[in-house]
T-cell receptor, first 111, second 112 residues
Framework: GENVEQHPSTLSVQEGDSAVIKCTYS??????FPWYKQELGKGPQLIID?????GEKKDQRIAVTLNKTAKHFSLHITETQPEDSAVYFC??????????FGKGNQVVVIP | DTEVTQTPKHLVMGMTNKKSLKCEQH?????MYWYKQKAKKPPELMFV???????INESVPSRFSPECPNSSLLNLHLHALQPEDSALYLC???????????FGSGTRLTVV
């Protein structure tokens, strides 16, 4: 089955700096890659997603890039703010009704 | 309405109790999911319903019994649970079986 690796496991950034989280996947048939933000005591919230026919997608301070050849995708957060502190999960979906999640990344924005 | 609503938010139950978790969405999504999430871990898939039919059971113990009464509702019936079943139980739905998953806030379950 699909295997998704997520790095780093913890990321601390100064407020205003950029944060980048990288994920790799194993199944070349995967074609949908969402990113979820999970705050303490809440369910995962979809923040951005990308499909395999697109290389990059932006939504305000958040962007996702996809490299299908290398089988990796990344989340970029610019001008980080304290409210960006959360656990971020990447995932991929390879056509079998299953999302394979990465292990998660704890992002801490230091004011 | 763009939400998945789960009730209750918190549940404490004994190992001999029977309880049910409920999930509701009114986005017209035809796929609904139950996930289990332990602390500091990613969500783990339990069940998938597609067009109100169970399509995936990830070898979940029979003490967990899902039910999909209609396209908007999803239940998870719990019976004779173990303390290790304590976790956050998440419901999700998606517009097709593949894209646009939306998660609820979850039910924090504690088995004593």
């Amino acid at each position: 089955g699909e295997n998704v690796e997520q790095h780093p496991s913890t990321l601390s950034v100064q407020e205003g700096d950029s944060a980048v989280i990288k994920c790799t996947y194993s199944d070349s048939a995967s074609n949908y890659f969402p990113w979820y933000k999970q705050e303490l005591g809440k369910g995962p919230q979809l923040i951005i997603d990308i499909r395999s026919n697109v290389g990059e997608k932006k939504d305000q301070r958040i962007a996702v890039t996809l490299n299908k050849t290398a089988k990796h995708f990344s989340l970029h957060i610019t001008e980080t703010q304290p409210e960006d502190s959360a656990v971020y999960f990447c995932a991929s979906e390879g056509g079998n009704n299953r999302l394979a999640f990465g292990k998660g990344n704890q992002v801490v924005v230091i004011p | 309405d763009t939400e998945v609503t789960q009730t209750p938010k918190h549940l404490v139950m004994g190992m001999t109790n029977k309880k049910s978790l409920k999930c509701e969405q009114h986005m017209g999504h035809r796929a609904m999911y139950w996930y289990k999430q332990k602390a500091k871990k990613p969500p783990e898939l339990m069940f998938v319903y597609s067009y109100e039919k169970l399509s995936i059971n990830e070898s979940v113990p029979s003490r967990f019994s899902p039910e999909c009464p209609n396209s908007s509702l999803l239940n998870l019936h719990l019976h004779a649970l173990q303390p290790e079943d304590s976790a956050l139980y998440l419901c999700a739905s998606s517009e097709t079986a593949r894209y646009g998953y939306t998660f609820g806030s979850g039910t924090r379950l504690t088995v004593v």
